[in-house]
């Protein structure tokens, strides 16, 4: 056996198998640094950012047969103590300095966006343009300085650093583009010398080398979801899907409509796009944030009851749901609940239950008053008004299932004494035990 190192070799890597299969089979166990696909041997080399994450892998893998899409896969330490080949997919060039950085960021636990972004960079020297993309590495953004000694600056003091505490690190290299072009300012991309570029996206970019339009970044990565899920996937959810447009048939067709779809799905990730089916009134197409997103809402709402008709929830054969006069546009709407606080909204995603959660309550609010709120959707047998950290939430108990769904689709986001509410289904059993 080699000697201990920080690369590790992995043999049996089939065509089917893709870079993201291997960074999420190893995320768990640290930052990957560098990763290379050598396809005429159906083997890789992946570097861990030290020996201890490389060896914490083997070692749990020596009692865990590593598999990916039914593949078995062999590791074991490389002869390599650095991986000096880097992919070219990533644009970058490693050490040397150009004013433009490629930032990966890794273990991903919040969406990062431009101004996120520009917050971490620009204490270190004028940022000229942003641009962040998706690609099979994570997700990265390029960030070009003004300066070419503020760009060397940035990644001398932020290499290896946290954005948020305990996730999203940061693997930083110099780009080998020369100038960034930027299209649009919003989410994903900016550019601070010229203010006045439109804010949405027309069509796609013609530039080649990175795509801007990527709304949400994919949160689906294994060392995500284990932190979310405290080191374990709900039992049927495999977070290996990549589909992430959802088949939604057997709908009440007279009381459904794309706000109320999308309070129900919203629970499980951010909505990209809702549309309804003319020519079957009874069918919808969701397009959730990531395929992971997408696996939890067929997994928890499949069989569910919604205004007297089971759901059929299955994956759709379309990819995305495509932009028209017909589609709902959620991908900006502030009342997604993943843009924030991702992993703890993710360790609350559960089938529905006859328990609602309410919450961003006003503080002067009654249960008289959230008791007249909901009253219409179903037979209420309890309900518990409380204080946590300062704010009004609520449990409310509904006879049924179904009450319990109705009144979430139908008032999560609607108005009560002046504040939007929101609902979620609560796992508790019983308003006796503590609230949520």
């Known amino acids: 056996m080699a000697e201990p190192s920080k690369v590790i070799h992995v043999r049996n890597v089939g065509h089917e198998i893709s870079e993201n299969d291997l960074l999420q089979l190893f995320q768990p166990f640290g930052v990957i640094t560098k990763l290379v696909m050598l396809r005429a041997k159906n083997q890789a080399l992946l570097q861990m950012q030290d020996v201890p994450s490389a060896m914490a892998a083997l070692q749990y893998y020596i009692n865990v047969q590593p598999s990916i899409r039914g593949r078995n896969v062999y590791i074991q330490f490389s002869s390599h103590q650095e991986l000096t080949t880097v992919d070219q997919n990533t644009q970058g060039r490693g050490d040397e300095p150009n004013r433009i950085l490629l930032v990966t960021i890794h273990h991903m636990l919040y969406p990062i966006t431009v101004e996120v972004l520009h917050q971490v960079f620009s204490p270190h020297g004028f940022v000229e343009k942003i641009v962040t993309f998706q690609k099979s590495a994570g997700f990265q953004a390029l960030i070009q300085y003004q300066l070419h000694q503020s760009a060397v600056l940035a990644r001398t003091s932020l290499q290896g650093r946290n954005i948020y505490d305990g996730c999203c690190q940061l693997d930083i290299q110099f780009s080998n583009l020369d100038e960034l072009q930027v299209n649009y300012n919003n989410d994903r991309s900016r550019d601070f010398t010229n203010p006045n570029l ?13 795509d801007s339009g990527v709304p949400f970044p994919q949160m689906a990565n294994a060392a995500a979801i284990a932190a979310a899920f405290g080191g374990g996937l709900p039992p049927g959810i495999t977070g290996t899907n990549e589909r992430c447009t959802i088949l939604v048939s057997n709908l009440n067709s007279d009381r459904i409509d794309e706000d109320k779809l999308f309070n129900l799905f919203s629970l499980y990730g951010n909505i990209m796009r809702i549309k309804l089916l003319h020519n079957k009134p009874d069918h919808a197409l969701v397009q959730m944030g990531d395929g992971f997103q997408a696996e939890l809402a067929v997994h928890f709402l499949k069989g569910a009851i919604l205004f007297g008709k089971r759901l059929e929830v299955n994956f759709s054969k379309h990819p995305i749901i495509t932009q028209g006069a017909d589609t709902h546009e959620y991908i900006n709407s502030n009342l997604n609940r993943f843009n924030r606080n991702a992993a703890k909204n993710y360790r609350y995603c559960c089938s529905p239950t006859k328990m609602i959660h309410l919450s961003t309550l006003p503080q ?50 609607s108005s009560l004494g002046g504040s939007i509410i929101r609902i979620s289904f609560s796992q508790l059993q019983s308003i006796r035990e503590n609230s949520q």
Request: charged share 30%; with cysteine.
């Open 198 to 210: 439109p804010s949405e996206q027309k069509g796609r970019s013609s530039q080649s080398g990175y």
């Open 364 to 413: 002067d609010v009654t249960e008289e008053e959230i008791l007249s709120h909901l009253e219409e959707h179903g037979t209420i047998l309890n309900t518990k008004l409380f204080e946590m950290n300062g704010k009004k939430q609520a449990l409310v108990m509904f006879e049924t299932e179904e009450q319990a769904t109705e009144a979430l689709v139908c008032k999560h986001a």
